[in-house]
T-cell receptor, first 116, second 115 residues
Framework: GAGVSQTPSNKVTEKGKYVELRCDPISGHTALYWYRQSLGQGPEFLIYFQGTGAADDSGLPNDRFFAVRPEGSVSTLKIQRTERGDSAVYLC??????????????FGPGTRLTVT | AQKVTQAQTEISVVEKEDVTLDCVYETRDTTYYLFWYKQPPSGELVFLIRRNSFDEQNEISGRYSWNFQKSTSSFNFTITASQVVDSAVYFCALRRGTSYDKVIFGPGTSLSVIP
């Protein structure tokens, strides 16, 4: 079946602009995660959703960042008033969670955001 | 606090050599999970292995093997007879033993296999 998809694959925007990044998880996966990966570093957690609600948004760097998942499937990460420091690859992952079992997070290809 | 350290930033080996990637983790949890991911030049993270904190058995999968030692908080990854296709950045990661939780990644080790 299809994996996690993310659009756009690349996004170039000017400082101060608003951007939206989209993630389509694997069908049926209840958990969805956003990570940010800066050049030469490992991914850093931003936020995760259980269904429609944000279960943990402790990784969002500031209030310019916001994410939604209104129907429990597709998620959108929104960044207002972008800054050059926001340039990074934004990764989305999803997982199918059973009651007591842990399951792997499957990652999408990422969106490379460049703020000029 | 949880933390993952990968002291080797970059490693270069000649094809067919064996190579070990080191990973040291910190956690106060008694139940946790350790992972290795591969990120080839294409950029997509590829899951390699998951190990829970109660299972210290070493694991082998083809040319890959993993050595988990709780006494030293290490989860090292060895590639035997390396190949050019193994060139990638490898991330060790840690996750708490709860149903839903974020993965804490190490900084990664960039492996170059030279033909």
């Amino acid at each position: 079946g299809a994996g996690v998809s993310q659009t756009p694959s690349n996004k170039v925007t000017e400082k101060g602009k608003y951007v939206e990044l989209r993630c389509d998880p694997i069908s049926g996966h209840t958990a969805l995660y956003w990570y940010r990966q800066s050049l030469g570093q490992g991914p850093e957690f931003l936020i995760y959703f259980q269904g429609t609600g944000a279960a943990d948004d402790s990784g969002l760097p500031n209030d310019r960042f916001f994410a939604v998942r209104p129907e429990g499937s597709v998620s959108t990460l929104k960044i207002q008033r972008t800054e050059r420091g926001d340039s990074a690859v934004y990764l989305c992952a999803s997982s199918q969670q059973g009651w007591l079992e842990i399951s792997e997070q499957y990652f999408g290809p990422g969106t490379r955001l460049t703020v000029t | 606090a949880q933390k993952v350290t990968q002291a080797q930033t970059e490693i270069s080996v000649v094809e067919k050599e064996d190579v070990t990637l080191d990973c040291v983790y910190e956690t106060r949890d008694t139940t946790y999970y350790l992972f290795w991911y591969k990120q080839p030049p294409s950029g997509e993270l590829v899951f390699l292995i998951r190990r829970n904190s109660f299972d210290e058995q070493n694991e082998i999968s083809g040319r890959y093997s993993w050595n988990f030692q709780k006494s030293t908080s290490s989860f090292n990854f060895t590639i035997t007879a390396s190949q050019v296709v193994d060139s990638a950045v490898y991330f060790c990661a840690l996750r708490r033993g709860t149903s839903y939780d974020k993965v804490i990644f190490g900084p990664g080790t960039s492996l170059s296999v030279i033909p």
